[in-house]
């Protein structure tokens, strides 16, 4: 499952830590550095205003949780596999919480690290108390990645009760009807994987619509539903997306064996 199925971030370049000493301004200025830097997608210019910014106070929250995500950035498919090191992330997520544990995005994100790291009872032990509480913001995606790491844990049942609770908290929750697809196919439940397939694709959203992986998944549902026109359809979309990507190459291989 690629990083970016998982659903970490969330107010991490909207919210700034409080400060009182100057000390306490440095590593909020530090902070205020690491996110202009992240957004410009100078990763590790990011993480090293980061670490300074830690380093002033080492209770700033909000840093150690921006370093998680920057962290999840380097692991995804585009970065080099070497810059890619899950127990970093964990290390910055679990910062964040010992800082602040009422921090719900940070407890999210560690969710998405340990669901990485296969470690799904881990995963479902942070995520299903965050799922259930409602002062938190985005329950789309407490329920969405609930629902992942139930899926790679092989708990389909579970994963779609998860799932569908996470798109009927945001309808236009792509990530979530694409791994509600994902797991009624792996029920064998093609007609409801198809369904959620296409309102993952239709989702109102450029993202959602281009998602290379949901086509590919649409047009493998549709093959061991005998619907070869359909398949070839999503097949030829997810390679004209971008034909060099791992997904791109299958779905041209696909569409070969279709000719």
């Avoid at 410009?40 to 929250?61: F, I």
């Avoid at 090191?85 to 010992?98: G, P, Q, T, V």
């Amino acid at each position: 499952m690629c990083v970016g199925c998982g659903i970490a971030s969330g107010a991490v370049l909207g919210c700034k830590p409080r400060s009182s000493t100057p000390t306490d301004q440095r590593s909020l200025g530090e902070y205020d550095l690491a996110r202009d830097s992240f957004q410009g997608g100078k990763l590790r210019e990011a993480l090293d205003h980061v670490q300074k910014s830690l380093k002033l106070d080492a209770d700033n929250a909000d840093a150690a949780y921006l370093g998680a995500i920057i962290h999840l950035a380097f692991c995804n498919p585009d970065a080099r596999a070497t810059d890619c090191h899950f127990e970093e992330a964990e290390r910055y997520a679990r910062k964040a919480l010992d800082a602040n544990p009422d921090h719900r995005d940070a407890r999210n994100t560690l969710g998405v690290i340990l669901t990485h790291e296969r470690r799904f009872d881990d995963a479902i032990a942070v995520l299903k108390p965050l799922a259930g509480d409602i002062l938190y913001v985005s329950p789309e995606k407490s329920w969405g990645n609930l629902g992942w790491a139930y899926l790679e844990k092989g708990a389909v049942n579970e994963a779609i009760d998860a799932l569908r609770r996470a798109v009927a908290a945001q309808p236009v929750f792509c990530a979530g009807w694409y791994k509600l697809g994902l797991a009624y196919e792996k029920k064998g439940e093609l007609g409801a994987a198809r369904e959620s397939l296409t309102k993952c694709i239709e989702t109102p959203r450029p993202e959602c619509q281009r998602m290379q992986d949901a086509f590919d998944a649409r047009g493998r549902v549709a093959l061991k539903q005998g619907l070869r026109d359909e398949a070839r359809t999503d097949f030829e979309t997810c390679g004209s997306i971008s034909p060099t990507t791992p997904v791109g190459v299958r779905c041209a291989v696909q569409l070969k064996s279709l000719q």
